[in-house]
């Protein structure tokens, strides 16, 4: 993407024109779990085509639409439906709108998605914290040459899913009775659900589960400097020795039983969240 600060720019302006409200908080809503988009008060809704530079959702569940407003009395902006990078997208449009944010003000970043579990000691329905990851997309949305506007040439990822985020999703989920695993999620570009051995690999590499988004929107993240919690619904289990044939289907089902809890958990870390 050329000039990828002056695209953002635009699209910033665009949204500018709707709304003045600047949002401290991001999110991204993934699979399934974009009704919490619909909790939003006195938003504005605009669909990802009426936005310069913003590409659009093509999978089911996905709606494409960029909500801003206030939940749990926060300015927020969500991402009602996400880009992927096996739809065609680059890596660098599937992060674009992390930047959008940044430069709407947003300072704190919640990614959610869905995912398979790896460890045996998950079991769907189970949100996982996600404390670091793989990338095995085999790309890298900073490729190419950098805009020190939107960060640095190295940026660090040492600490890309902020401790303190994480520490106070734990105390939220406590206070709410919500069981909570953590670990390391594992990113791949899809579409395809990973043979057995392969999800052998990833476990025994460190992965304890596995999914087709968020690294690039982290790895974006850290470049241009938000804090960053991200969430994985583990919707099924991937576990290489033991896997059974799984459809799109299946996941969101999954993810839909377990928004309730979904939706609480992150609602109350909004509200606890000082940006």
């Known amino acids: 993407m050329a000039n990828r600060a002056q695209a953002v720019r635009e699209a910033v302006a665009a949204i500018r024109e709707r709304t003045g409200l ?7 809503l993934g699979s399934g779990l974009g009704d919490l988009a619909e ?16 590409p659009v959702s093509t999978v089911a569940g996905h709606a494409g639409r960029l909500v801003i407003g206030r939940l749990e009395g926060k300015p927020v902006v969500a991402m009602q439906g996400r880009f992927h990078y096996y739809e065609g997208y680059s890596m660098a449009q599937v992060a674009f709108p992390v930047y959008v944010m940044k430069f709407l003000g947003t300072k704190v970043l919640i990614v959610t998605n869905a995912a398979g579990g790896m460890n045996k000691a998950f079991q769907p329905g189970d949100l996982m914290l996600i404390v670091d990851h793989l990338n095995f997309t085999g790309d890298n949305p900073l490729i190419g040459p950098n805009d020190d506007e939107l960060g640095p040439r190295f940026p ?6 902020d401790p303190e985020l994480i520490a106070l999703a734990e105390q939220k989920a406590q206070e709410l009775g919500i069981r909570v695993q953590k670990g390391v999620y594992a990113g791949i570009s899809g579409p395809n659900y ?16 596995v999914g ?6 982290v790895i974006a ?12 619904c583990i919707t099924d289990m991937a576990i290489g020795e033991e896997l059974e044939p799984l459809t799109h289907e299946q996941v969101v089902a999954v993810a839909e039983r377990t928004k309730p809890k979904f939706t609480a958990l992150v609602r109350a870390v909004v509200a606890g969240v000082r940006a």
């Open 22 to 28: 600047v949002p401290e908080i991001g999110l991204i």
């Open 221 to 232: 993240a850290a470049h241009c400097g938000l804090r960053v919690l991200g969430i994985s």
């Open 212 to 217: 087709m988004s968020t690294i690039p929107e």
């Open 39 to 54: 909790q939003i008060e006195d938003a504005t809704v605009i669909p990802y085509g009426e936005i310069p530079h913003f």
């Open 156 to 161: 660090d990822m040492s600490r890309a899913y």
């Open 194 to 209: 990973l043979p057995p051995a392969e999800l052998v690999m990833l476990r025994r590499l460190g992965g304890d589960a």
